[in-house]
């Protein structure tokens, strides 16, 4: 049984802006029905990082608003538990380039029984799940 899709930064940001090299697949992919939805406040915090100068703030402070009022995307918070377990994978694997943001977002999707995501990040490949923006 399918537990869901998982959202990662690059999809948000490539849907975002038109001018991204991943923008027309994200598009493609919005167009698919998928539910459950899921991401975390760890990766919109990444999404609000990436989007910081001050041109660009009003706009991503609006799209993670709407993110998390979409009432078919669930945003886990990232509890102590989450960021230790996402902390210890960080530290077990020197032999990969995974952030922390990455680590948290495998621990969620583990305990979730998530297969797949909507990025392009092939750390998700490596790490055993589907980037679905590479497909």
């Not at 975390?40 to 990082?49: G, K, P, R, W, Y």
């Not at 530290?91 to 948290?104: A, G, I, M, Q, Y």
């Not at 621990?107 to 497909?135: K, P, S, W």
Request: net charge negative; aromatic share 8%; glycine share 4%.
């Amino acid at each position: 049984m399918k537990r869901g899709t998982f959202i990662d930064t690059v999809y948000i940001l490539a849907a975002l802006n038109p001018r991204d090299r991943w923008h027309g697949k994200a598009v493609e992919l919005s167009q698919v029905r998928r539910t459950p939805l899921v991401t975390s406040d760890a990766v919109l915090t990444e999404v609000a990082d990436a989007l910081a100068h001050r041109s660009r703030r009003m706009w991503a402070s609006q799209a993670i608003d709407d993110l998390r009022a979409d009432p078919d995307v669930k945003c886990v918070s990232v509890d102590a538990a989450i960021f230790a377990g996402g902390l210890d994978l960080y530290r077990e694997r020197p032999d990969k380039d995974w952030s922390l943001t990455d680590c948290v977002s495998f621990v969620i999707m583990r305990q979730q029984q998530i297969t797949d995501a909507l990025t392009a990040d092939l750390h998700f490949v490596q790490a055993g799940f589907r980037a679905l923006m590479q497909e």
